[in-house]
T-cell receptor, first 113, second 111 residues
Framework: KNQVEQSPQSLIILEGKNCTLQCNYTVSPFSNLRWYKQDTGRGPVSLTIMTFSENTKSNGRYTATLDADTKQSSLHITASQLSDSASYICVVSDITAGNKLTFGGGTRVLVKP | EADIYQTPRYLVIGTGKKITLECSQTMGHDKMYWYQQDPGMELHLIHYSYGVNSTEKGDLSSESTVSRIRTEHFPLTLESARPSHTSQYLC??????????FGEGSRLTVL
């Protein structure tokens, strides 16, 4: 069964600090990997999308990296802001299953002033 | 900003009631999805549709049903709600790239 594992489950950081979230997956081959941000009580919003040939993708203070050899992705948040408090979800698309999406459990980030 | 809308945002009903959660998108996407998410937990696919008159069950078994009579509309219905149906229901649509555009969700509480 394809899996997407995220770590840590939760994270508390001080405003202005950086943090890195991890995503390990077993889906292979995959067509793309996405990171979504989900504010409490809201629907997820796409942050980055990467294909297997891309190593890094940035969206403002969010930078995602991908290592297809080790099947790992990370999401780095730079100079965190209070509005970064949310869950961050890693989603991998399985190219052999009609691009079926496998969701990670998410990392809950809390930014404190 | 995604043009996908869900109503109601919040619903509290008694056991045995029939409810319909509405989902509409104005992006012309063929693919639409319903996910169920308990607080602090991951999303689980319960229904999807790849076009008009096409509906399939997702990975998580659900007593709800869906219909896709129009491209832009993908309502979810529970014929007889139970407390175990209490959850957040998220509707999404996608284009060919596979990127999901989510609605704001419908939080259902069954007493």
């Amino acid at each position: 069964k394809n899996q997407v594992e995220q770590s840590p489950q939760s994270l508390i950081i001080l405003e202005g600090k950086n943090c890195t979230l991890q995503c390990n997956y077993t889906v292979s081959p995959f067509s793309n990997l996405r990171w979504y941000k989900q504010d409490t009580g809201r629907g997820p919003v796409s942050l980055t999308i990467m294909t297997f040939s891309e190593n890094t993708k940035s969206n403002g203070r969010y930078t995602a990296t991908l290592d297809a050899d080790t099947k790992q992705s990370s999401l780095h948040i730079t100079a965190s802001q209070l509005s970064d408090s949310a869950s961050y979800i890693c989603v991998v698309s399985d190219i052999t299953a009609g691009n079926k999406l496998t969701f990670g459990g998410g990392t809950r980030v809390l930014v404190k002033p | 900003e995604a043009d996908i809308y869900q109503t109601p945002r919040y619903l509290v009903i008694g056991t045995g009631k029939k409810i319909t959660l509405e989902c509409s998108q104005t992006m012309g996407h063929d693919k639409m999805y319903w996910y169920q998410q308990d607080p602090g937990m991951e999303l689980h696919l319960i229904h999807y549709s790849y076009g008009v008159n096409s509906t399939e069950k997702g990975d998580l078994s659900s007593e709800s049903t869906v219909s896709r009579i129009r491209t832009e509309h993908f309502p979810l219905t529970l014929e007889s709600a139970r407390p175990s149906h209490t959850s957040q229901y998220l509707c999404a649509s996608s284009e060919n790239t596979g990127e999901l555009f989510f609605g704001e969700g419908s939080r259902l509480t069954v007493l």
